[in-house]
């Protein structure tokens, strides 16, 4: 903890704190980039931990018909709609990287 605080950045903390409460429209391109690509590395982390918890290959999960054919347990409904809503963010993500 010492070490952290003995390296800490205050310039760098402001600036980046202001960055998070700016409208992504206003950053530059090249800091709204770095910033997506921050919350899509977060988000697949998410996407990973989710699918491993309900035992699914997380490389698979672009694909249709991977779902398991026995019943879902009542937690498992909640989880699938979790990571449905993961991944459909990680496809939004996607797209604006790609977007100029």
């Known amino acids: 903890m010492a ?17 998070l409460n700016q409208d ?10 770095a910033y997506l690509q921050q919350r899509l590395r977060l988000l697949e982390r998410q996407i990973q931990d989710l699918a491993e918890k309900m ?9 249709r018909g991977i779902w398991s054919p026995k019943p879902l347990e009542d ?3 909640s989880s699938l709609a979790d990571l449905g809503y993961l991944l ?7 797209q604006a990287l790609v977007t100029p």
Do not use: C, G
């Not at 699914?56 to 694909?63: I, V």
């Not at 459909?88 to 996607?94: G, S, T, V």
């Open 3 to 19: 070490w952290a605080a003995k390296n800490f950045d205050q310039a760098r903390y402001a600036t980046l704190k202001a960055m």
């Open 24 to 33: 992504i429209e206003s950053m530059s391109p090249s800091v709204r980039r």
């Open 55 to 63: 035992h699914l290959d997380p490389r698979m999960l672009h694909k």
């Open 75 to 77: 937690s498992d409904w």
């Open 88 to 94: 459909a963010l990680r496809e939004a993500l996607l």
